[in-house]
C-alpha cells in the first residue's frame, strides 16, 4: 500500500517471481477490466462506476469489495496465497477484505507493507508510468520500455500517446492524492490497529525496495 503511483503494482509483480504460490491481484486492473468489458456495457451500475473510476475518485466501496471477495474466496479455494497492490483502499472494503483474509488463510499469514514516500516522489513515478495495454496484464513499467516487449504477456509496449485510458492518472493526480487522505488513510490507521503493517521506505532505487520487501515477506511467509 502507499501514495499513488510509487509503484506497488510493480513489487507485487516481483514478489509472485519468489513466491511462485501467490497470486497478484490488481483491484485497479480488475475494476479496469470490468468497467471497460463489452459484457457490461449495458450496465448501468458498471457505467456508473466507469465514470467514478475516470475521474479520479475512488470506486464505490461495496462494489470493489465484492469484486475483490470474490476473487479471494476463489484463490483460497485453489490453495494460493494473494499478493495485492493498492488494496484496500477505503475503510468499507478494509472492514470487509481483512476479516476474509484472517478467516481464509489465517491472521498469522497476512502483512501489510506501507511503502512510504513524499507526494513529488509518487508525482515523478505516476508521470513515468507505462501499463501493458493487454486488458488481461496491465504489466506496470516505466516509459524506458516504450515499445518493447512485455516481459509478462509478450505484447508490444505502448509508446506514452498509445496509452489509452491512463492519462487521467496523472491529470487527476490531485484528486487521487486527496482520496488517498481521506478515504485510504483510515483504511491503514485501522489495519495499524490490527497490528498488520510494516513500514518500508520506498524513496530508494526500485532493486533497493525490493530486498526490503522481500525481506519482510520471508520472515512472515518464509522461502
Given at each position: 500500500?502507499?501514495?499513488?503511483g510509487?509503484?506497488?503494482?510493480t ?12 497470486m ?5 486492473g ?8 463489452p459484457?457490461?456495457?449495458?450496465d ?14 475512488l470506486?464505490?466501496?461495496?462494489w470493489?469489495a465484492?469484486?475483490?471477495e470474490?476473487?479471494?474466496?476463489f ?6 496465497g ?6 484496500p ?7 470487509k477484505?481483512?476479516?476474509?483474509l484472517?478467516?481464509?488463510y489465517?491472521?498469522?499469514h497476512?502483512?501489510?507493507l ?6 513529488e ?8 508510468r507505462l501499463?501493458c495495454?493487454?486488458?488481461e496484464?496491465?504489466y ?6 516504450s515499445?518493447k ?8 509496449l505502448?509508446?506514452a500517446?498509445?496509452?489509452?485510458g491512463e492519462?487521467w492518472k496523472?491529470?487527476k493526480?490531485e484528486?487521487?492524492l486527496?482520496e488517498?487522505?481521506?478515504r485510504?488513510?483510515?483504511a491503514?490507521?485501522?489495519?495499524r490497529?490490527?497490528?498488520l ?13 525490493f530486498?526490503?520487501?522481500l ?9
Open positions: 500500500m502507499g501514495l499513488p510509487i509503484g506497488k503494482g513489487q507485487a509483480l516481483k514478489l509472485v517471481e519468489r513466491f511462485p504460490n501467490f497478484h491481484f490488481d483491484t485497479g480488475e475494476i479496469y477490466r470490468r468497467i471497460n468489458d459484457a457490461f456495457a449495458n448501468p451500475r458498471v457505467r456508473e462506476q466507469k465514470r467514478i473510476y475516470e475521474s479520479g475518485v470506486n464505490d466501496p461495496r470493489v465484492k469484486l475483490v470474490e476473487r479471494t474466496r484463490y483460497a479455494r485453489e490453495g494460493e494473494i499478493i495485492f497492490s493498492g488494496s483502499r477505503t475503510l468499507y472494503e478494509a472492514k477484505i481483512i476479516p476474509l484472517c478467516k481464509v489465517g491472521k498469522e497476512v502483512l501489510v506501507l511503502l512510504t514516500t513524499s507526494e516522489t509518487a508525482k515523478k513515478r505516476g508521470l513515468n501499463v495495454s493487454n486488458p496484464c496491465r506496470p513499467t516505466t516509459k524506458k520500455y515499445g516487449r512485455c516481459p509478462n504477456c509478450g505484447k508490444r505502448p509508446f500517446k498509445e496509452q489509452k492519462d496523472t491529470s493526480f484528486t487521487r486527496k488517498f487522505y481521506e485510504t488513510l483510515p491503514l490507521n485501522y489495519l490497529s490490527l497490528g503493517v510494516e513500514e518500508i521506505n520506498g524513496e530508494e532505487a526500485k532493486g533497493e525496495v530486498q526490503k520487501v525481506a519482510a515477506a520471508k520472515q512472515k511467509f518464509g522461502g
